[in-house]
């Protein structure tokens, strides 16, 4: 680093020593500093790849969007595997499945190497319902890591989602079995064995989970989905008690022991856990149904919400574009009269006129009325669903709560019934949605570029 200092003090136009600068600055940790020198070198020499290349995986290790000094590599290089790997793995964080799996493919050289990599592609897989893909790309990641739990779960959960049962079986016992306890790999196995009908297992499983993580509110909402499921209320009512007593802030219990209990027609007890559901999170949804952001949004919600306004502004007709800005939007969380929850209702309502039909986006709006008592704007909403969708189950569920806060009880009393009907009738959201176990990845899976400074 002290010879390439020098060297610049004498030549500081030289980008192939700035790019040197920027090589020795990054291998004693000081990744800010190297990004400049690779930014000013390429200030000097718009194309120089070793610049290009430490640049690219640096805005990487920051998580930015390396996305045209990629493309300019790749204009230089096209299908280079080590670009195309880093690709992959933009195009992933973007939640541009189809984009990486392609990147991916023409990086497998690379990848077949590197667990992360394998993880990322084998999510993509499963986002574009390529299941056995998905069982080929985590088990790949497993040969590479055998003692892995994540890699297990990971293969685990692809087998359960290409309807592998045995083989999920089969991959997940080792987690089943360890020491300490695996709480996600059993439910994991209790889905896979009530999948296989085997009840009785599933429920000794999700017992074990219970006793290992008491406060796992996930394990807590399965073991109420299956005692639903079996017409087993009084066993699911057990267990969620036990539940509000370990985590008593959390709203879906109460949320989904009100099911349980108006599923044995405990309606006045039921609509107590409902108001207390309501008072602890009044935003919230009926049991996920309208779970919230893609994957970008989640870890980088200003950029999500930029992308969105984007969108709109170059499809300014597109309801579904609307309706993804006011869900970001609502995530946010913003009060009654800021900027932010005008552009969400806003959205939201634009959404409902350029497509009427949208019924996420009317039972968002509900819920954004409801969460600011506008209860007449509720019922408006959620009956508008309903006659587009008479078996929306978030649309009934606001109904229920406004016709309850404006003193209609009878009727509250037969949209809650509706409510249960409908939950025993439906399979969409009974199962949990489970994700994936990811690397923690602060690096691409390449490693450092193969810098050849040319003289």
């Not at 790309?137 to 685990?156: E, H, I, K, T, W």
């Not at 000794?204 to 290992?212: D, F, G, I, W």
């Not at 309502?349 to 008592?373: H, K, T």
């Not at 309850?404 to 009880?409: E, L, N, P, S, Y």
Request: charged share 20%.
């Amino acid at each position: 680093m002290a010879l390439s200092q020098t060297a610049l003090t004498s030549h500081p136009r030289d980008y192939r020593l700035w790019t040197l600068h920027g090589m020795a600055t990054a291998a004693i940790g000081q990744v800010s500093l190297a990004l400049e020198d690779y930014q000013h070198a390429l200030r000097l020499s718009q194309t120089y790849l070793p610049a290009l290349e430490g640049a690219a995986q640096t805005e990487m290790q920051f998580g930015q969007d390396a996305g045209p000094l990629l493309a300019r590599i790749l204009a230089q290089r096209p299908d280079d595997p080590a670009t195309e790997a880093l690709l992959g793995v933009l195009n992933y964080r973007k939640d541009d499945c189809a984009a990486a799996v392609e990147s991916f493919r023409k990086a497998s050289a690379i990848i077949q190497h590197n667990p992360e990599a394998l993880t990322d592609e084998g999510v993509c897989f499963t986002v574009l319902k390529q299941y056995s893909d998905a069982v080929d790309a985590f088990g790949s990641a497993l040969q590479l890591s055998p003692g892995s739990r994540v890699a297990s779960y990971n293969l685990a959960l692809a087998q359960f989602n290409a309807h592998r049962y045995d083989e999920a079986l089969g991959t997940i016992q080792p987690l089943v079995d360890a020491v300490p306890v695996h709480a996600d790999a059993l439910g994991l196995a209790a889905q896979i064995q009530e999948s296989k009908s085997n009840t009785e297992q599933a429920v000794t499983l999700l017992r074990r989970a219970l006793l290992a993580d008491p406060t796992n509110v996930d394990i807590y909402m399965q073991f109420a989905t299956l005692s639903f499921d079996h017409a087993s209320p009084d066993v699911g009512i057990d267990i969620l008690n036990a539940g509000v007593g370990k985590v008593p802030t959390e709203p879906r219990l109460y949320l989904v022991r009100g099911i349980l209990l108006a599923q044995k027609g405990e309606f006045s007890h039921a609509a107590d856990d409902f108001d207390a559901a309501d008072r602890l999170d009044p935003q919230l949804q009926f049991l996920g149904v309208a779970q919230g952001l893609v994957h970008s949004q989640e870890h980088k919600p200003q950029e999500a919400l930029a992308q969105f306004r984007a969108a709109i502004q170059a499809h300014p007709r597109d309801a579904y574009g609307h309706y993804l800005l006011a869900e970001a939007l609502a995530a946010e969380g913003k009060a009654e009269g800021s900027p932010e929850y005008k552009e969400e209702v806003e959205a939201a309502q634009s959404a409902i006129r350029l497509d009427p039909g949208l019924v996420a986006a009317r039972d968002l709006l509900s819920a954004a009325y409801y969460a600011n008592g506008h209860m007449e704007k509720v019922i408006e909403q959620s009956r508008a669903a309903l006659a587009t969708n008479p078996s929306d189950e978030p649309a009934v569920y606001h109904l229920m709560l406004a016709l309850r806060k404006t003193g209609r009880d009878q009727e509250a009393h037969a949209a809650l019934e509706q409510l249960v009907n409908l939950r025993a009738n439906s399979k969409v959201n009974d199962a949990p949605v489970r994700r994936y176990h990811l690397y923690e990845e602060s690096v691409p899976p390449t490693g450092a570029p193969n810098h050849q400074v040319s003289q």
